[in-house]
C-alpha cells in the first residue's frame, strides 16, 4: 500500500504542476493580450462590434484577478481562504467560458449581419444603450453561472464535493446526487456545440463567397482579411470551448476522481481563449468594411 500511495502523491503533483503552468502561461499572456489592446477603449463605444469586444476584455479581466488563487492552490496543494471563497473562484472560470462564448457569438452574428446584408456598421442608437446591453448579457449569465456553481456545486454532503481536507475545486459529485444538475450541464453543454457547428457553416459559406467573388486578386481584398479575423474568433470557440464540452457531457454521465483531475485540465484549456485579443493586433481591425456576397 506504501507504493500506491506514492504513486497517487506523483500523479498529484504532476498534475498539480501541468495545471500551475498553463495558469501561469495564461495569466501572463492574457494580460499582455488586453494591455496591447487599451487603445479600443478609444473606438466608437457605440458600435455594437466594439462594445462586445470591450466586454470581452472585462471578462478577461475579471477571470484573471482570479487566477493567482488558483495557483496558490496549485503551488501549495492545500486551500486555506475558506469554502465560499473556493466556489467563488470556481464560479469565475465557468462564468468566463460562458460570458466569453456569448459575447464571441455577439461579434460573430454581427459580422455576418454586415456581411450578408452589406451593413457598414452596426450601432446603438446612445452609448447608454450599449451600457444597458451589456449590463443585461452580465446580469444574465452571472444569475445563472455564479449561483448553479457556487452554491449547489458546494452544497453536497459528499467528501469529494466539498472543500473539506483543505481541497478545492472538488464539486463533480454535485451529479451523482442532484440529476436537474446533470441535466443543465448537458443541455449547455448541446447548446454551445450546435450554436458552434451553425456559426461555423456559415463561417465557411462566407469565406466560400468571396473566395467565388474575387478567386485569384483574393488576397488583396479588405473583405478578405476582415473574414479572416472572424475565422480567428471561430478558431477560438472550436479550440478552447468545444473540446471542453464534448468532454463535459461525458464527464457529467460518468463522473469518478480520475475523471474529475482530466475534467480540471479541459476546463484549464478554455482560459487560452484570454489570448483573443492577439486577433485584433493589427491595423485597421475595427475599420468598417464594405461587403458583398455572391448569390449564386
Known amino acids: 500500500m506504501g507504493n500506491g500511495t506514492n504513486v497517487n502523491n506523483a500523479m498529484s503533483k504532476s498534475y498539480r504542476y501541468a495545471l500551475l503552468s498553463i495558469y501561469t502561461i495564461v495569466l501572463v499572456g492574457g494580460t499582455i493580450s488586453m494591455s496591447l489592446m487599451i487603445n479600443i477603449i478609444k473606438s466608437n463605444v ?26 496558490y492552490f496549485y503551488a501549495a496543494g ?33 459580422r455576418y449581419l454586415s456581411f450578408f446584408r452589406r451593413f457598414n456598421q452596426v450601432e446603438f442608437y446612445r452609448r447608454l444603450h450599449a451600457l444597458g446591453a451589456s449590463a443585461a448579457v452580465w446580469g444574465l449569465m452571472l444569475i445563472v453561472v455564479v449561483p448553479l456553481t457556487a452554491v449547489k456545486y458546494g452544497s453536497s454532503t459528499d467528501n469529494n464535493t466539498t472543500t473539506n481536507d483543505n481541497q478545492c475545486f472538488n464539486f463533480g459529485g454535485i451529479f451523482d446526487e442532484k440529476h436537474t444538475v446533470a441535466v443543465l450541464n448537458y443541455i449547455i453543454c448541446a447548446l454551445i456545440i450546435v450554436v458552434t457547428l451553425a456559426l461555423a457553416c456559415c463561417q465557411v459559406w462566407i469565406l466560400g463567397c468571396v473566395y467565388r467573388t474575387h478567386r485569384a486578386m483574393i488576397f488583396s481584398q479588405q473583405e ?5 479575423k472572424s475565422l480567428c474568433f471561430m478558431l477560438v470557440i472550436i479550440v478552447c470551448f468545444v473540446p471542453y464540452n ?51
Open 46 to 71: 457605440r458600435s455594437v462590434t466594439t462594445t462586445a469586444v470591450l466586454n470581452l476584455i472585462v471578462v478577461h479581466f475579471v477571470f484573471l484577478l482570479t487566477v493567482p488563487f488558483r495557483l
Open 78 to 110: 492545500e486551500w486555506h481562504l475558506g469554502p465560499n471563497f473556493c466556489k467563488v473562484v470556481s464560479a469565475m472560470i465557468h462564468a468566463h467560458m460562458y460570458l466569453a462564448f456569448v459575447f464571441y457569438v455577439i461579434i460573430l452574428v454581427i
Open 224 to 228: 478578405f482579411w476582415a473574414q479572416i
Open 246 to 296: 464534448v468532454f463535459r457531457i461525458y464527464y457529467v454521465s460518468n463522473y469518478n476522481v480520475s475523471l474529475q483531475m482530466k475534467n480540471e485540465f479541459a476546463l484549464a484549456v478554455t482560459t487560452f481563449s484570454c489570448f483573443d485579443m492577439l486577433t485584433f493586433i493589427g491595423r485597421g481591425s475595427f475599420r468598417p468594411c464594405d461587403t458583398t456576397c455572391c448569390v449564386s
